[in-house]
């Protein structure tokens, strides 16, 4: 069974930092588009940031740009989101994501992990 297993959650106060990670198990996804998505309590699984298989090209958010950078492993098969100068907007549960093709910044990816919290205080 392929799953995808969200790491590096949990609190941290504004203007702190946090590195999560992404390791598949079941399978290799090294040549999959991978993405970042979160959701906040009421409201829609919204795009964080994704990065391509072949050339690493990265995509963000407007509101994280910046802010965040997503990166990759392929021989760790792990995937990365930094964020720093978190805010309490940034609180919700995060998503890892893995997808062959199409596009990037819509949650309709073939693959998911089970989500992780990430809590800001003011």
């Known amino acids: 069974q392929v799953q995808l297993v969200e790491s590096g959650g949990g609190l941290v106060q504004a203007g702190g930092s946090l590195r999560l990670s992404c390791a598949p198990s079941?399978?290799?996804?090294?040549?999959?588009?991978m993405g970042w998505f979160r959701q906040a309590p009421g409201k829609e699984r919204e795009f964080v940031a994704a990065?391509?298989?072949?050339?690493?090209?990265?995509y963000y958010a407007d509101s994280v740009k910046g802010l965040f950078t997503i990166s990759r492993d392929n021989a760790k098969n792990t995937v990365y989101l930094q964020m720093n100068s978190l805010k309490p907007e940034d609180t919700a549960v995060y998503y890892c994501?893995?997808?062959?093709?199409?596009?990037?910044?819509?949650?309709?990816?073939?693959?998911w992990g089970q989500g992780i919290q990430v809590t800001v205080s003011s």
């Open positions: 990065i391509t298989w072949n050339t690493h090209s990265t």
């Open positions: 994501a893995a997808r062959p093709r199409g596009l990037l910044n819509v949650p309709e990816y073939n693959y």
């Open positions: 079941g399978r290799t996804f090294s040549t999959y588009n």
